[in-house]
């Protein structure tokens, strides 16, 4: 807490313009990046040609180097971590959190990463290596390597002295209590602020340590959450299968793990799957969005099957066709609220997959109020519009079911993929809307097959 | 940090059922929820039904109705306290933090908060009131009134003592360093723990004390993720326009907010306006959805006029009706594509409305690409399908230049709405998908009417 508030960079929209205009020159551009706030260098960063990227972060300083490479998105990291030579990402990497560089590694190709890791000190490297093998979404994949350890013998003078020193930069722990171990280094106690202050000097550790909550390396991400919420603490300590302290699990990491899930489920219900920036290469985005759109496209050949197979009806009754595409459009966007809702209600927790049938009694008593209403209303439209009461009452009954239909499964479909162990931000919006495409054709075309006397003037 | 390990709860499911079975008896619902962890103990009240959740609530301690609260998604703390007694409701409501405390008292109507706040103390009550004035994305609304404070002729010893009292609950103020102000209030410094340590305990903290980065209360969200991205402090001190300090924002309570933000925007872009829970009426979850709905239908009967226009053609070619849907999904599935990258990477601070041509081209690119492959692939399926080559040249040609509209839209619309100030979230979709769903019809029934000698057989 020693900066000065003037010392936080304003900035004028010159070295905006100069970042973007004068890319040829790294010093100049560098310098430019320098003066802005981490967000505005990231986005300057980013929007530069692959090769000027490179150019700007080698005339970078390292240090500016890792706080940007920390605050991008991790695939963008990832990116640019690959294409620097060994030793100069090396030199990057030794500056960051040891989570950081495990999430980075981690998802580097095995040759690359190694490339790098033999570039580092023998020490960092296997520590690296052995938190990278950690789930993402545990608290081994979460924590960082760095913790406060004591022994129960030492004294509250060392913790302090600890404290005090300015050859420990004590920033680095983000905020930790002193963890207290034994010999072996299994996780004893730990010593609050108050217990440090309150006692001798010469008084051991061993006499003042309380024990802590901890958490397995294998702790899930949704129990951290809910430990932290029920806990005040800014980290918890992690064991590992032998009570081995090994890491601490900061309140921080949590909290950007959570943000990441559901930035990314929003991406995945669109068909992106991992992080697509437009700085990433563009053959690189336009294939993942294919990979999904073309998986699309046959859900939509079977759901036109049904329209093909009542050209017949749809022939004698053109009007009809004016309304297929919006009977299934509304049925889509009812039943996507249904599946927001459940997916939103799975993030918070509020709902589990065994809760399907309570889920669908829900969702039902809002699809069939919602259904007679858009029903009537569309019906009202279609009558209107064509002068065919018959048309209304088609058109109305099959957005009216189908409707209820959307919701029902909307609302269910994400608990029983997630109960199948699929992710359901993925495949719930494809399934959901070609079946209520499908439905809607066939609730609308046969309805009219049978209704064909009175559609007909 | 002085509970055990043993104590955090199992979750046994017997304990889950009893919750279910017996909400006719609060005493032991409110035993079941004291043994169930904070979010599984959330999930079992809501989904009771409102009155047993009200009578659970009195049933509990005011400490776990008030953790209960602080868990729940805030429109539904709303709801609960509102239908709480007012005196019961300040109970509980005294139990939680300002920030907490302000969000509730700020969403209630006015009498109900009025009825609440008149069973408080004078001095919180109007120290919620203050808060509840700020905007919730700003420094102000994100802020807890209880600061870590003391005067510039304070000693070190006197903060030491603080800290080392039991009386002083030091967990309320979640680890922030002590702040330093003069007579008047106004911020003047902040001491570091290193500094407390170091001094003498008769030195004052004038002499120890360095300039803090403070921010004021209007700052906003995106402004104080950006600070707390760069410092690795847990908290920053608030100062209001006359440089008097008046809070300290948590880093928690940022992370909970962009956290919330993006969840909003997700449930928004399906229309969902508040955070919609299944616990909430029926009518109210009803009406919400039906709103957005009902605004869709006009949009999709803008749409399908265009349909309606060429009637004559479709009554010619029977089998344009089968690829009509087809081609309006698809370009929206790609143009919502191109929309959910824009809004990441407007949460993310790497793109600005002034971006738009910039976004732009990168789009139209992809757009290029994936509408010739997607243009090709529909083509040759109608072509196939229905035995007519120039079928497939019509739908292939309307797709993929009705692909490459989609994905120009979808990537640049976002930034206009937020340039004049509305929100993305909510209007992109709709609007992305009324004018791909005309361009799409139109591209596919004016090339048909072009091109009808070679498609009639």
Chains 1, 2 share one sequence.
């Not at 560089?101 to 690296?128: C, K, N, P, R």
């Amino acid at each position: 807490m020693t900066k000065d508030a003037s010392e936080l960079p304003e900035v004028p929209d010159q070295v905006t313009n100069q970042v973007a205009d004068e890319p040829e020159i790294p010093e100049q551009l560098s310098a430019a990046l320098n003066s802005l706030s981490p967000s505005d260098a990231l986005r300057e960063l980013l929007s530069l040609s692959p090769q000027a990227r490179l150019d700007a972060l080698l005339a970078l300083s390292p240090a500016l180097a890792a706080n940007l490479l920390a605050q991008a998105p991790n695939e963008t990291a990832v990116e640019i971590v690959g294409h620097l030579e060994p030793d100069r990402a090396a030199e990057i990497l030794a500056l960051l959190q040891s989570d950081v560089q495990a999430d980075l590694i981690g998802e580097l190709g095995t040759s690359g990463a190694e490339a790098i890791l033999s570039e580092l000190e023998f020490e960092s490297a296997s520590e690296i290596r052995r938190l990278s093998a950690y789930d993402g979404d545990t608290a081994g994949g979460l924590m960082m390597a760095e913790v406060f350890r004591f022994r129960e013998a030492d004294t509250v003078g060392k913790v302090l002295r600890d404290i005090a020193s300015a050859d420990d930069d004590f920033e680095r722990y983000r905020g930790q209590h002193p963890y207290i171990t034994d010999d072996n280094g299994h996780l004893k106690g730990v010593a609050s602020l108050r217990g440090l202050l309150t006692a001798k000097r010469s008084a051991t550790l061993q006499s003042i340590m309380t024990v802590p909550i901890s958490v397995s390396v294998d702790t899930r991400l949704d129990e951290l959450e809910d430990l932290f919420d029920a806990h005040p603490f800014l980290g918890l300590p992690a064991v590992d299968d032998f009570g081995v302290l090994v890491g601490v699990v900061a309140r921080s990491a949590v909290a950007e793990a959570v943000l990441e899930r559901a930035e990314t489920q929003s991406l995945k219900r669109q068909g992106l799957v991992g992080d697509e920036l437009r700085s990433m290469p563009l053959w690189l985005r336009s294939r993942r969005r294919l990979a999904w759109l073309s998986a699309n496209i046959v859900l939509n050949i079977i759901a036109a099957s049904v329209i093909s197979a009542y050209e017949a009806t749809l022939a004698a009754v053109i009007a009809l066709a004016v309304f297929l595409p919006m009977v299934s459009d509304m049925s889509g966007c009812s039943g996507n609220q249904a599946v927001a809702v459940t997916m939103r209600e799975l993030s918070l927790g509020l709902v589990r997959p065994i809760d399907a049938f309570r889920v669908w009694l829900k969702e039902i008593s809002v699809g069939v109020i919602n259904g007679i209403a858009l029903g009537l209303l569309i019906g009202l439209v279609a009558w209107l519009w064509k002068g065919i009461p018959a048309l209304g009452l088609v058109i109305g009954l099959a957005l009216a079911l189908n409707t209820m239909l959307a919701v029902s499964i909307g609302g269910v479909v994400p608990l029983l993929l997630k109960r199948i162990g699929q992710d359901p931000a993925v495949a719930s919006g494809p399934l959901l809307t070609t079946v209520t495409d499908m439905a809607g054709f066939f609730f609308v075309l046969s309805f009219a097959t049978v209704m064909m006397p009175w559609l007909v003037k």
